[in-house]
Structures are given as structure tokens and as C-alpha cells.
């Protein structure tokens, strides 16, 4: 019986997806990383190691149900049972209706509905048998609310809280805690600091959201006990509009 135990994180980006690595791996958790390149991780896996924990990186693209089946049973077999999974994957984009393209919505519910889909199946069906785990989605004001702009974003992050809400109820009673994250507000990230320099000026005054404050929540969640899970939890910077 092995005591190792591996945190899954789909979309391991600079920010919010490598912060819950890190938070995950300081806990002794192996931090199963992905995104589309491998290379890409590189950074996210020294910083891991620098720190004492372990990482192993895996260029995987969470669209295609082969791979992420090639995934998870390859991280169940070589690394060590999967105990919690995150699903981190965007796909934010802004087109005008009559501007967005069949491509465009294609790509975007393949990007932030049909991937968390394949992960949260996937993953359900090694957690099942020990009935244990957390499968945990990344969700964002859009998973709320439509603005103007953001049709095919909106759509798919609606669908993935729904996907979240379904897996709820069905694993909830079979010991495996789903949950649903809305993100609201800025991320302290490059490219908010790069193309909104204003907004990024907040963060002086804790007014945009810290990845490693968000890898927090993501922790505290996993460590409920059973008596009293949270589904969703709502985070934004206090000087958030909402």
C-alpha cells in the first residue's frame, strides 16, 4: 500500500494553476502538472523541486479524450493514486455575436466544457472505487453571467458549473467532494499588469487577486471535512464591483 499521493492540475499556467501546484506539493502531494507543451512547465516544476516537493510534467491537450485517458492512467500507474484533480483551463475570449465564428465557439467549449468533462470523468472513475478525493473546477464571472462580448466564453463556463453541480450530486454520497471556484476579478498576472496597467495598480492596495491566496482556497477545501463541503465558493479582491 503506497502512501504517495499525486494532486492533478489541468492547466498549470503561471498563475492560478501553478500557484495550486506549489500549495498542493508543499503538503507532499506529487503535482501532476499539464498543459498543451510540456516545456512550458519547466519553470513551474524547478520552483517546485527548489522548494522540496516533487513535480512531474506532462504535455497533454485536455481536449482529446484519448490523451487525458492516457493521462490519468499513466499518473495512477507510474506516479501514485490521483487524490485530487483541478480543472484550470480557460478560454476567455471577447468577440461580438454576429463576429463570433462556429471555430470560435467550437474551440472555446472544447477548451472550458468538453475538457473539464474529460478530466472530471476520468478521474471519478479512479476515485470511485476508493471513495475518496476532490475534483475541483476553475470557474469565473462568466460562469454567472453573460456579458456582451463573451457568448461563446459564457456558454462554456455555464456548462462546466452545470457539469460541476451533476458531479456533485452523484459523487457527493459516494465519498468524492466536487467543487466549483468562481474567480471574480483581475488575476496579479502578466498579462493584466501589460494591458491594464491601471488595474494592475491596485494590486498595491490587495485590489486584484493573488494566485497564491487562491491556491489557499483551493487547499482549504480539499482539507473540509465531509460534515460541511463547500459546492461553490466565490473569491474577489474586496474592492471588486459585483
Known sequence: ???????????????TGGAIARRFAREGYIACVTRRTADKLAPLVAQIEAAG???????????KEEEVIKL???????IAPI???????GGN???????????????VWEMAALAGFLM??????VMLPRERGSIFFTGATASLRGRDGFAAF?????ALRALAQSMARELGPKGIHVAHLVIDGAIDTAFIRETFPERYKLKEREGILDPDSIAEA????????????????????????W
Not at 83 to 89: I, K, L, Q, T, Y
Not at 218 to 241: C, G, M
Open 154 to 158: 459564457a456558454g462554456a463556463k455555464h
Open 53 to 63: 516537493g516533487k513535480a512531474v510534467p506532462f504535455g497533454s491537450d485536455a481536449r
Open 218 to 241: 483551493y487547499w482549504q477545501l480539499h482539507v473540509q471535512k465531509r460534515n460541511a463541503w463547500t459546492h461553490e465558493l466565490d473569491l474577489r479582491p474586496w474592492l471588486e464591483a
Open 93 to 107: 475570449v471577447r468577440f461580438g455575436i454576429t463576429e463570433t465564428t462556429t471555430r470560435v465557439y467550437t474551440k
Open 83 to 89: 487524490e485530487v484533480a483541478v480543472f484550470n483551463v
Open 72 to 78: 490519468v492512467a499513466q499518473i495512477e500507474k507510474e
Open 120 to 125: 472530471g470523468r476520468e478521474v471519478a472513475k
Open 1 to 15: 500500500m503506497t502512501d504517495k499521493k499525486a494532486v492533478l492540475v489541468v492547466g498549470a499556467g503561471d498563475a
